[in-house]
């Protein structure tokens, strides 16, 4: 049972570079969500959908964009990278019907913009 | 403005000193409050969900409650392999989203 599985697990990136996060969840969850987490400042939401073919906008939205084509996979596409954007980026998944239940995380992935 | 607010930001205790942990919350709506462990380099952890105030849930050294405005995480002995960070969040009528707080650092001493 694998839950929700990101790739990859660290990445450098150089200013001005682009890269996917990946990430597949194998629970037939509805919800998923991309965080970002930064040290002393919690967890912020960047994306979340609600099932396939809807995306919308968290907190922190700006340069980043997401699809959401199957139930399974969530990708985050960074444009353009910037310094501002390294930080420790979680993807989760949940199940919602008429009561809200709780959220399964990734292991995360360290990305860091020199 | 909805806001999740955790105390204390660090807390160390020695092993089988019992203490509690404060997530407070200023909310249009409580829909959901939930209670996560972090490890390092690792993904949040899920722990409990607690849906309305009075409520209460038990696992093992661990036990969350629930009031209107705020919820504690019990820590009856605790154990040098329950240090971790523990995340509260929360859910709030007509969001989409969890809003997280930032944190308590916990650390049990042998």
């Known amino acids: 049972n694998a839950g929700v599985t990101q790739t990859p697990k660290f990445r450098i990136l150089k200013i001005g570079q682009s890269m996917t996060l990946q990430c597949t969840q194998d629970m037939n969850h509805n919800y998923m969500y991309w965080y970002r987490q930064d040290p002393g400042m919690g967890l912020k939401l960047i994306y979340y959908?609600?099932?396939?073919?809807?995306?919308d906008k968290g907190e922190v939205p700006n340069g980043y964009n997401v699809s959401r084509s199957t139930t399974e996979d969530f990708p985050l596409r960074l444009e353009l990278a910037a310094p501002s954007q390294t930080s420790v980026y979680f993807c989760a998944s949940s199940y919602r019907d008429s009561k809200n239940t709780e959220a399964f995380f990734g292991q995360g992935t360290r990305l860091t913009v020199v | 403005e909805d806001q999740v607010t955790q105390s204390p930001e660090a807390l160390r205790l020695q092993e089988g000193e019992s203490s509690s942990l404060n997530c407070s919350y200023t909310v249009s709506g409580l829909r959901g409050l939930f209670w996560y462990r972090q490890d390092p380099g690792k993904g949040p952890e899920f722990l409990f969900t607690l849906y309305s105030a009075g409520e209460e849930k038990e696992k093992e050294r661990l036990k969350a409650t629930l009031t209107k405005k705020e919820s504690f995480l019990h820590i009856t002995a605790p154990k040098p392999e329950d240090s971790a960070t523990y995340l509260c969040a929360v859910h709030f009528s007509g969001f989409q989203k969890l809003v997280f707080g930032t944190g308590t650092r916990l650390l049990v001493s042998p």
């Open positions: 959908s609600v099932g396939a073919g809807i995306t």
